[in-house]
Nanobody
Framework: VELVESGGGLVQAGGSLRLSCQASGIHPSYAIVWFRQAPGKERARVAHFTRGEGAPYYADSVKGRFTISRDNAKNTVYLQMNNLKPEDTAVYYC???????????????WGRGTQVTVSS
């Protein structure tokens, strides 16, 4: 089982980045969830798909700016981040779990993370 994030970097406020999470060895029924952790703060859920035809979940702080998408052929989930703000600065992780729990302690599989830094 492996999750590998990429796409982070340094960007000015108002800019965009697209993060990728490539998964291997993950059961197809598992949820892939994006989290982020800012310095001195707890790891927080950012976005994930919902089962069936439901709309994706987004944290209130990123609604309207971030979009989650996936390419099943590549086993990759993306996070398009637009209109980035300094408060989006964090290490972004993807995690895989049986359900898209909000509590990061419920996840067994994590990537190593990718740093996103937004300058003002």
């Amino acid at each position: 089982v492996e999750l590998v994030e990429s796409g982070g970097g340094l960007v000015q406020a108002g800019g965009s980045l697209r993060l990728s999470c490539q998964a291997s060895g993950i059961h197809p029924s598992y949820a892939i969830v994006w989290f982020r952790q800012a310095p001195g703060k707890e790891r927080a859920r950012v976005a994930h798909f919902t089962r069936g035809e439901g709309a994706p979940y987004y944290a209130d702080s990123v609604k309207g700016r971030f979009t989650i998408s996936r390419d099943n052929a590549k086993n990759t989930v993306y996070l398009q981040m637009n209109n980035l703000k300094p408060e989006d600065t964090a290490v972004y992780y993807c995690a895989a779990g049986t359900l898209p729990f909000s509590d990061p302690r419920h996840y067994t599989f994590w990537g190593r993370g990718t740093q996103v830094t937004v300058s003002s």
